[in-house]
Nanobody
Framework: VQLQASGGGLVQPGGSLRLSCSDS????????VAWFRQAPGKEREFVAA????????YYADAVRGRFAISKDSAKNTVYLQMNSLKPEDTAVYYC?????????????????????WGLGTLVTVSS
């Protein structure tokens, strides 16, 4: 499993970006996948996740209603659509995938529950 995140860049407040995370091993259909982010000087935090077992989506309170996670199984890609971006959304965004075992719902927002991590993509929200 090799994860590759892309789509970051500079955007003005109120703008939109779509991040993509692809898996060269084409195993996303069998894994829970999430997005995390880390802002300068801050700890990594959960952003959004999608579970393979039930297809449910999970969001951090800070992004709910503005961000949407989706999966395109045919393209083996998970997306994070980010709308109404704010300066506080500035961070390096990482995608992560579970190992063979599914992640229980109580740990879906916990970074340590994920086994595979991709290199991040920088999102900068600034005027």
């Amino acid at each position: 499993v090799q994860l590759q995140a892309s789509g970051g860049g500079l955007v003005q407040p109120g703008g939109s970006l779509r991040l993509s995370c692809s898996d060269s091993g084409r195993t996303f259909s069998n894994r829970d996948v999430a997005w995390f982010r880390q802002a300068p000087g801050k700890e990594r935090e959960f952003v959004a996740a999608t579970r393979r077992s039930d297809g449910n989506m999970y969001y951090a309170d800070a992004v709910r209603g503005r961000f949407a996670i989706s999966k395109d199984s045919a393209k083996n890609t998970v997306y994070l659509q980010m709308n109404s971006l704010k300066p506080e959304d500035t961070a390096v965004y990482y995608c992560a995938a579970s190992g063979v075992s599914r992640i229980i719902s109580s740990r879906i927002r916990v970074g340590d529950a994920y086994y595979y991590w991709g290199l991040g993509t920088l999102v900068t929200v600034s005027s």
